[in-house]
């Protein structure tokens, strides 16, 4: 007969959560403690029951052991107030700053749950589920583009909105572009420009929570788009960012932290009655734990785009299947950082940031040398996940995307790492994806096709409108740069048109890195000028029509047509 102790008896603990991620514990005297334990997972969800009648169906996620006892960990989420009066919700943050006042098995378990918090908020989703998914057009709320004077003059144009009526039969096909011919100045306009689906959500989640919670602190986890001027009206509204768009936290006087002494951040003010909205281009794992911790509701004021959270899904199932992930993005961007840290649950990962440095990993891959393979973790610094073992983690991989980029720059890297692995295996198979385009954001592709058509037409001039920090607005940019050169202009509203002559011209350096410099536009009124104008995913259009506006006020009012004539003539 064996000497050794036999294993203890393992008990079923149920965590129950409610939608603000604060857990029911028990009463137990002056100690909190475990509130659903059973000696199997029946009869601790019998328990869960008897408190709460609502539950979603209990997903063992860990186990642990405390006081010599085993137990098996379950999450739940609850809905409504428990019948139990020995039950009562507090935050996680506040049960771990009182680690006497918790009973040893709740300790215990708390020590266990760190690495599981990014799902709580989202236990009643499927897998397979999104988060938001896009609403119907009849669903939408346009009011909100038109609740005052300020919000109307930043969202609505007559003439982009006739323009999307006549140009665009399908959100996912571009069509030939729509000429306005205002006289001294026709304007080319693409099919397609402007807010994309994921945008409009974000904003009308945004406005729609600052309307229903007046009496609350309303908080943005950053920028909510990459558009200055729509985040300045949400600003005069009462939102607050809780940092940058590159992570740094604000403090409570709204500058960006230094780490100077006496600095107070808003992070560490945040109580459950606060309310955070996640932006569209979604957050990382480390955000979403320490929202949770607070007891802060997560899943309600979560505008992350689908096509975003695609790529998670993407990322996720290739993981399942042995691949590596290679993230084609700008590592410093939020998206970016929040697929990287999304992907990192679930596959080895590395961000490359154009095809140079696609390049560069090819010839890493491609090479046995370890002197080559050596320089891998010091060429990708900090855009790799931990413990990334090269001559392992190389093997077999798959590319996502940051959704912004231009699509012909990630299907060049991907067939790019293809024939490298064709070339030193004897075939592709180790370059995962049934579909190269599996990742690819219909919208920005979309968009860049409708511009390449608007390219083909003869132009005097081109101007991209959009945020300084806006992905997808530079690659609009770089599109008509590589056709017009110095005619093509980078400009975030009309106020960056100077002049008849000089246009003020954004150039991004690479990072966050950027100036402005004046360029010249055009040196005489010499007509008809024809002149191409979009906006990225985030520009409104009543920035487009304002910028139409200052162009036509450079001639005179007698050689130009009336905006209502050249809206008859969409109409016809």
């Known amino acids: 007969m064996s000497s050794a102790n036999p294993a203890p008896a393992s008990l079923a603990a149920v965590l129950a959560f409610n939608a603000g991620n604060q857990l029911a514990v028990r009463r137990l005297g002056s100690k909190s403690g475990l509130a659903f334990t059973g000696s199997d997972l029946a009869m601790a969800t019998a328990r869960l029951e008897s408190a709460f009648r609502q539950h979603t169906p209990p997903a063992e996620y860990f186990a642990c052991v405390a006081g010599g006892r085993a137990y098996r960990v379950f999450l739940v989420q609850v809905a409504g107030d428990p019948a139990d009066a020995e039950i009562h919700f507090a935050s996680l943050d506040a049960l771990s700053g009182a680690p006497a006042a918790l009973a040893p098995a709740l300790a215990a378990v708390l020590e266990g749950l760190d690495p599981f918090l990014v799902d709580i908020p989202y236990l009643h989703l499927g897998e397979n589920d999104f988060i938001y998914k896009f609403r119907p057009a009849q669903e939408r709320n346009a009011a909100i583009y038109a609740q005052d004077a300020a919000a109307g003059a930043l969202y609505q144009s007559q003439l982009c909105s006739a323009i999307k009526t006549l140009a665009r039969q399908h959100e996912r096909t571009a069509t030939a572009p729509v000429a306005l011919d205002f006289g001294a100045v026709r304007y080319v306009i693409p099919s397609h420009f402007g807010f994309c689906l994921g945008v409009k959500n974000a904003i009308e989640r945004a406005y729609e929570t600052l309307a229903e919670h007046a009496g609350h602190r309303v908080f943005m986890l950053s920028e909510l788009i990459h558009n200055p001027f729509v985040n300045e009206d949400l600003l005069r509204r009462g939102l607050r960012y809780l940092q940058t768009d590159k992570g740094a936290p604000y403090t409570t006087a709204g500058r960006a932290a230094t780490g100077a002494p006496g600095e107070t951040l808003l992070w560490d003010t945040l109580t459950p009655d606060d309310i955070v909205i996640i932006p569209a281009f979604g957050a990382t794992d480390e955000d979403k734990r320490r929202l949770v911790r607070k007891g802060i509701a997560v899943f309600p004021y979560d505008a992350t785009c689908m096509l975003v959270e695609k790529v998670w899904k993407a990322a996720r199932a290739y993981g399942r299947e042995g691949y590596t992930v290679v993230i084609h993005g700008k590592h410093e961007h939020e998206e970016t950082k929040a697929t990287f840290s999304n992907t990192r649950r679930h596959a080895p990962a590395v961000i490359v940031r154009n095809f140079d440095e696609a390049r560069q990993l090819g010839e890493i891959i491609a090479s046995d040398d370890p002197a080559v393979r050596g320089r891998f973790h010091s060429a990708f610094a900090g855009r790799h996940t931990p413990g990334f073992d090269v001559a392992r983690h190389l093997e077999r991989i798959a590319v996502v995307n940051q959704t912004t980029l231009l699509m012909n720059e990630t299907l060049e890297i991907i067939e790019h790492l293809r024939d490298v692995y064709r070339r030193k295996y004897g075939d592709d198979q180790r ?40 992905s997808n607005t530079y690659q609009l940019f770089r599109l008509c740069e590589q056709t017009l050169g110095t005619r093509a202009f980078f400009i975030q509203s009309e106020a960056n048109i100077a002049s008849h002559a000089t246009v003020d011209h954004y150039v991004y350096l690479g990072g966050s890195q950027g100036r402005t410099e004046r360029r010249p536009l055009w040196p005489d009124h010499g007509s008809p000028k024809r002149v191409l104008v979009t906006g990225g995913a985030s520009c409104p259009d009543g920035i487009i029509q304002q910028v139409i506006t200052r162009i036509n006020s450079f001639f005179p009012a007698g050689a130009l047509r009336s905006a209502a004539d050249v809206l008859r003539d969409l109409e016809r």
Do not use: H
């Open 431 to 470: 370059v995962g994806g049934s579909s190269r385009r599996d990742t690819l954001c219909y919208a920005t592709q979309v968009n860049q096709d409708a511009l390449t058509r608007a390219l083909a037409e003869p132009l005097d001039a081109a101007f991209v409108i959009g945020g300084k920090n806006s």
